[in-house]
């Protein structure tokens, strides 16, 4: 009995600090305090430690000997490697929605769009940050295939360590909301190509908005950025006609 309560705390403290990270409470690059979350989440060093490991194989933490926990920073290299993959995955979980998607599945679904619209008119990054997962996660229990579900938990568990930071470049929370608002439109429509395409340009511009930002940090940005964050927008007015 005393092996189960352990398992299940552990795992309930993995929880949490997965919110943490995701809300920022937790930053890249921090370096995990053992006593203070202890004593903060009142349990003991065991149960801590071992939610550590977890997170640790699942890519949020990295350990540094000899310095301890940390939380993990993703690289330009990751963030390329990472987003393609995603892309697909929310792509296919688009399509797989748009096909099995009832009436009352889109009723509900278009009061969160109605939100992450009003929140984009708002400029209220923080509010359509969560508003944005939730749809993520409405669409992915719409597709119904624990198999697809458990690929993209775990790469989208990943790409929190970059919370919001695209929203912050110029334009991109509107175009942000326009791609979702695209979305819902092909699952509506039950179009479940456009639905994977349109989902599959989502991410893969996100990743150019990254990728431009990182270019200005170094000092490297060009004028070809500009017209890369808006190629997927580009290619889908180019396949509507």
Not at 31 to 56: C, F, H, N, Q, W
Not at 159 to 178: K, M, N, Q, T
Not at 219 to 226: C, F, H, K, P
Request: glycine content about 4%; charged content about 25%.
């Amino acid at each position: 009995m005393n092996r189960i309560v352990s398992e299940v705390l552990y795992q309930e403290v993995a929880r949490h600090l997965r919110t943490m990270i995701r809300n920022g409470e937790l930053q890249a690059s921090q370096r995990i305090d053992e006593a203070a979350l202890t004593e903060m989440l009142g349990i003991s060093r065991t149960p801590l430690r071992e939610a550590l490991k977890v997170l640790v194989a699942e890519g949020l933490l990295r350990i540094e000997p000899r310095h301890g926990c940390f939380v993990n920073e993703l690289s330009t290299r990751d963030l390329n490697e990472i987003f393609p993959l995603i892309a697909m995955l929310e792509g296919r979980c688009a399509y797989e929605a748009a096909r099995k998607a009832s009436d009352a599945d889109i009723r509900r679904l278009a009061p969160l769009h109605r939100r992450l619209r009003e929140l984009s008119e708002r400029g209220d990054t923080d509010q359509y940050y969560e508003t944005n997962a939730k749809i993520h996660k409405a669409i992915q229990t719409l597709a119904d295939n624990h198999w697809l579900s458990g690929l993209a938990d775990n790469l989208r568990q990943v790409i929190s360590l970059s919370r919001h930071r695209s929203l912050s470049y110029p334009g991109r929370l509107a175009d942000s909301c326009a791609e979702h608002l695209a979305i819902f439109a092909a699952i509506k429509a039950h179009d479940a190509e456009r639905a994977e395409s349109v989902a599959r340009d989502h991410l893969l511009h996100q990743l150019a908005v990254l990728n431009a930002m990182a270019r200005l940090t170094h000092g490297e940005q060009s004028t070809a950025d500009a017209a890369a964050v808006k190629a997927p927008a580009a290619r889908r007015r180019t396949r509507s006609g």
